[in-house]
């Protein structure tokens, strides 16, 4: 079982929408839960990190973590094209992080 | 603040060479990771340095090395160059003493054949 998991996608969804993207982890003692936007040929970019259970709000961008369930989310909401790009969750523990493998979303014009 | 620098950003190599790829971390960060993206495997963690000492390491073999230097810019070298290799390669530097907050480069696509 990998560390950390998460849908390859790919995920198509049409302009407003709300996206949700998750991810599940294997390890209780993780302890910092982030997500990163990578838009193709470029390096990923950090969007938001958190520390706690509960709900993280950045503009559109909402993450949620669940540690009882292990369970880590991202919505992004009135997606826009300019979002399509491959979100990849990751988390740090034991000085370092692991990553998920990415899904990579598509939003439709 | 400038970001993270790589170079260079695109190397072709041959089976059996080995390849240094260099990192120049933001400002004032101490901790650099180094990470090796394939489309099947995702990021993998390779090592990561912080203040010239290596701190962690992941599974990957002897031929895969790093080092930091004192103004906190790294380096990593690959020896005896597989064609499993051929991947981006990205460094990202962290600004504190706990490596969860980190900022990548574009990365180092290489293509060994």
């Known amino acids: 079982q990998k560390e950390v998991e998460q849908d390859p996608g790919p995920l198509s969804v049409p302009e407003g929408a709300i996206v949700s993207l998750n991810c599940t982890y294997s390890n209780s003692a993780f302890q910092y839960f982030m997500w990163y936007r990578q838009y193709s040929r470029k390096g990923p970019e950090l969007l938001m990190y958190?520390?706690?259970?509960g709900n993280k709000e950045d503009g559109r961008f909402t993450a949620q973590v669940d540690k009882s369930s292990k369970y880590i989310s991202l919505f992004i909401r009135d997606s826009q094209p300019s979002d399509s790009a491959t979100y990849l969750c990751a988390i740090w523990g034991y000085q370092k992080v692991t990553f998920g493998i990415g899904t990579k979303l598509q939003v439709i014009p | 603040k400038a970001g993270v620098t790589q170079t260079p950003r695109y190397l072709i190599k041959t089976r059996g060479q080995q390849v240094t790829l260099s990192c120049s971390p933001i400002s004032g960060h101490r901790s650099v990771s180094w990470y090796q993206q394939t489309p099947g495997q995702g990021l993998q963690f390779l090592f990561e340095?912080?203040?010239?000492?290596?701190?962690n390491k992941g599974n990957f073999p002897g031929r895969f090395s790093g080092r930091q230097f004192s103004n906190s810019r790294s380096e990593m070298n690959v020896s005896t160059l597989e064609l499993g290799d051929s991947a981006l390669y990205l460094c990202?530097?962290?600004?504190?003493?706990?490596?969860?907050?980190?900022?990548f480069g574009p990365g180092t696509r290489l293509t060994v054949t």
């Open positions: 340095y912080f203040s010239e000492t290596q701190r």
């Open positions: 958190t520390y706690s259970s």
């Open positions: 990202a530097s962290s600004p504190g003493t706990d490596s969860y907050e980190q900022y």
